[in-house]
């Protein structure tokens, strides 16, 4: 055990690790190894020598009265006064006797036991160290290279020297990645077990949109525009709703930039995916009627839930002509809307009136009757 504390220091510095961290791990290996070789029953601690650069085994007993029952229940560990007094006149009840206990006579195994024991625990203190890092990181874009795809399309990501995955269920449609690539996902899920460390990576999540725009609208990374509620069809379409609680800011404007250059380049991270940005609002039916955009609607009734577990209703009248609008190519945007805005759209159609004069007018034809005789 020459130099060990040398050897400690060395190993922390590989590692990356505390040297008390490392310190620790050692002592507890050294204890494991002296309970397993020498008397289970002991309570052990080991003790550095500064100066010699090296551990001690300490055996510490406590000086009782010579009939205390903690003799007989724990005779290891409890010496009587009177056996303590043939050591050291001086000594009274209740001080500790330390003896250092040799670790040269141990068995070879003892010894590969020791060593085995330091590396699994100082590759666990590792990974509880990364473990607390990445938990900090849940939520957040995080990047890593491709290292394997396997038969499935399920990608495997280096991150960190650890390797995460990027589930074929977690990826954009359309989207392939081959050794090498350099790749950006949310960290969706982070665990730990005697396996080691298990990252779970997501591309289709709408955290990822709106970690996206934090990185690409400085407006929304200083809180001056507030992502309200957003929605994904990964790979097809997005919805995000923003605010400003600032007058003199325009949070669409912000949020799509110049020429739509900052929504694009978000979308271009996506594989080419629309992104709609609305402005929020408190008012339902507000809010709705934004979300069902390019659509035009007449009106919207809120109809409460009927249980807890099922969305409020909301029943829209819309005019047949502006039907295919909010409904979208496939049902992308009345699904969009509804995942937006919590609610369960449906819409009403009311007939073009044009050929109808006992019709009540609305819109623009309502506008002209007021001029007509």
């Given amino acids: 055990m020459e130099k060990i504390l040398d050897i400690i220091e060395l190993i922390a510095y590989e590692k990356g690790l505390q040297v008390s961290i490392v310190s620790q791990v050692v002592k507890d290996a050294i204890i494991k190894m ?12 080991v003790e550095e020598d500064t100066k010699e650069r090296t551990l001690k085994l300490i055996h510490t007993l406590t000086v009782c009265k010579d009939n205390d029952p903690l003799i007989e229940q724990d005779s290891s560990n409890f010496m009587p006064i009177s056996k303590a007094k043939e050591m050291d006149q001086d000594v009274n009840i209740g001080d500790e006797i330390k003896y250092e206990l040799s670790m040269e006579d141990m068995s070879r195994n003892a010894v590969n036991l020791l060593f085995r024991d330091l590396e699994f625990n100082i590759q666990r203190t590792i990974e509880n ?26 990608t ?4 960190d020297e650890i390797r995460a995955i990027l589930p074929v269920k977690n990826r954009i449609k359309g989207e392939k990645f081959v050794v090498g690539n350099t790749v950006s996902s949310i960290l969706k899920h982070v665990g730990i077990d005697r396996n080691g460390l298990h990252l779970e990576l997501s591309r289709t999540t709408p955290k990822m949109l709106e970690e996206l725009l934090h990185l690409e609208v400085p407006e929304i990374k200083d809180g001056e525009v507030i992502i309200a509620k957003s929605a994904r069809i990964p790979g097809d379409r997005a919805k995000i709703a923003v605010y400003s609680n600032n ?20 979308s ?35 109809q409460p839930s009927e249980t807890q577990d099922t969305p409020p209703t909301a029943l829209i009248n819309i ?18 809307a509804s995942m937006l805005t919590g609610y369960e759209i449906k819409l009403i159609e009311i007939d073009n009136q044009q050929n109808d004069p006992s019709s009540p007018k609305v819109g623009v034809d309502a506008l002209q009757s007021l001029f007509k005789e």
């Fill in 34 to 45: 002296a309970k397993k070789e020498i008397d289970e029953n002991i309570n052990y601690t």
């Fill in 129 to 154: 160290q990364l473990f607390e890092k990445f938990k900090s990181s849940l939520g957040k874009i995080i990047t890593g290279v491709v290292v394997r795809v396997d038969e499935a399309q399920n």
């Fill in 156 to 159: 495997f990501i280096e991150i």
């Fill in 247 to 266: 007058p003199k800011i325009d949070p669409i404007g912000s949020t799509v930039g110049v020429k739509g250059i900052r929504i694009n380049s978000v």
């Fill in 268 to 302: 271009k991270e996506l594989n080419g995916e629309n992104i709609d940005c609305i402005e929020y609002s408190d008012v339902p039916e507000i809010f709705i009627s934004k979300a069902l955009s390019p659509a035009n609607i007449i009106s919207i009734k809120i």
């Fill in 319 to 336: 005019m047949s002509d502006q039907k295919s609008k909010a409904i979208g190519k496939n049902g992308i945007n009345i699904r969009l």
